[in-house]
Nanobody, 119 residues
Framework: QVQLVESGGGLVQAGGSLRLSCAASGRTFSTYRMGWFRQAPGKERDFVASIRWSGGITDYADSVKGRFTISRDSGKNTLYLQMNSLKSEDTAVYYC????????????WGQGTQVTVSS
């Protein structure tokens, strides 16, 4: 089992920045990759970014490339998402997720943290 707890969400003006954190605990040694997803009201949950826990290879959705940066601190078992140049369309609940299936699927999810960008 892996437990994930997000923090760092809030209200920010357009053009501003936020940094989300996701603290992982439990059987974290089996984590292959971690990711951030988001879900806006009335929409499906969308991929935002991912990072291989070993090696740090990253991937981003086109909508956030150049504005968001995913990173991890292996010693602290913590995942981060630095969000810059925020836009109103970034408003959503942000979830972190862990994949312990070697790249096949994300099988652990956090409870989510709300990010609201005012225009």
């Amino acid at each position: 089992q892996v437990q994930l707890v997000e923090s760092g969400g809030g209200l920010v003006q357009a053009g501003g920045s936020l940094r989300l954190s996701c603290a992982a605990s439990g059987r974290t040694f089996s984590t292959y990759r971690m990711g951030w997803f988001r879900q806006a009201p009335g929409k499906e949950r969308d991929f935002v970014a991912s990072i291989r826990w070993s090696g740090g290879i990253t991937d981003y959705a086109d909508s956030v490339k150049g504005r968001f940066t995913i990173s991890r601190d292996s010693g602290k078992n913590t995942l981060y998402l630095q969000m810059n140049s925020l836009k109103s369309e970034d408003t959503a609940v942000y979830y972190c997720a862990a994949d312990t299936y070697g790249g096949m699927k994300y099988n652990y999810w956090g409870q989510g943290t709300q990010v609201t960008v005012s225009s």
